[in-house]
């Protein structure tokens, strides 16, 4: 979405937490506690003009038809499918 992001994770929950550690990962300045480091933090966020750019091209077919196959290997099952989703 090419958005700049800054996050404040929700204490005591664990999605909360995880998806901070996940968006750390690829740049996303996360606080965790409101201290004196917090404040250098956001001042340099401000400053900052790095977005975050993620490449989302692949359509919800293809994404549903990867799903399926993996599920497929996995099992050994297969079942025929021309569109998985309507389009």
Known sequence: LNKKLLVVPM???YEQQC???A???IGVP???DFDAPCI???KSWVRTKN???IDYTQNTDEVVKKVLRECE???GFKRKTESVVSP
Do not use: F, G, H, P
Request: negative net charge; proline residues 0%.
């Open 11 to 13: 204490k005591n929950q």
């Open 19 to 21: 998806n901070a550690e």
């Open 23 to 25: 968006l750390s990962e």
């Open 40 to 42: 250098e933090k956001i």
């Open 30 to 32: 996360v606080i965790y």
């Open 51 to 53: 977005r975050i750019a």
């Open 73 to 75: 290997d996995s099992i």
